[in-house]
């Protein structure tokens, strides 16, 4: 029932003073932030984190090609070509300046905290996420920028990727489990 997730609060969100209101949702949906850090990612790190996977690259590159097809604009580029170029902004991005990145813990965590960030596009989001409310970038204006999206912040999308993504960002001895006084009522139990 308790997971963990791994947030990161990008570049945008840090240089626009954003990291408490967003920490304060998350403590105040009743999860527990076991593990926060703020630091620059090294290109090594930024790599793990965006995984040079062919199966991956080739899925966004299919999703761009896509996107671009459906405005009617014709791509004839390789779509592993095209996610390499996007993992690469990607890490570029996230290598601009600090980030923060967070460890996250409760019952359904991963599913909520994804809810709570809204949609990748922030000009898709809807208001009372955390993209809706702070973020309004959109594909086509970080096409014509030449750069990825600015969407402020990345929450696992799985299990399996938040097991992953947490070893990348944190050691064992930087996560630190303990008690809130509310989890007597929050996980209640009726005998």
Not at 111 to 131: C, E, F, N
Not at 174 to 179: A, G, I, M, S, T
Request: with cysteine; proline share 4%.
């Amino acid at each position: 029932m308790i997971e963990r997730t791994l947030v990161l609060l990008k570049p945008d969100a840090v240089q626009r003073a954003l990291v408490g209101e967003v920490l304060s949702r998350f403590e105040r949906t009743g999860f527990k932030i076991i593990g926060l850090k703020m630091c620059y990612a090294a290109k090594e790190t930024a790599g793990q984190h965006y995984a040079d996977d062919e199966q991956w690259l080739r899925s966004v590159g299919e999703k761009t090609k896509k996107s671009y097809e459906a405005k009617g604009v014709q791509v004839s580029e390789d779509p592993l070509e095209i996610g390499k170029r996007i993992r690469s902004q990607l890490m570029d991005f996230l290598m601009l300046s600090p980030i923060v990145a967070v460890c996250v813990e409760g019952h359904g965590v991963i599913s909520k905290v994804r809810t709570m960030v809204g949609a990748t596009a922030p000009s898709s989001a809807m208001p009372g996420t955390i993209r809706g409310d702070f973020a309004f970038d959109s594909y086509g204006l970080a096409d014509k920028s030449g750069r990825p999206i600015q969407n402020l912040i990345h929450a696992s999308d799985s299990r399996e990727s938040a097991e992953r993504e947490i070893k990348i960002w944190f050691k064992d001895e930087e996560l630190h489990p303990y008690q809130r006084v509310d989890e007597a009522l929050l996980y209640r139990k009726v005998e």
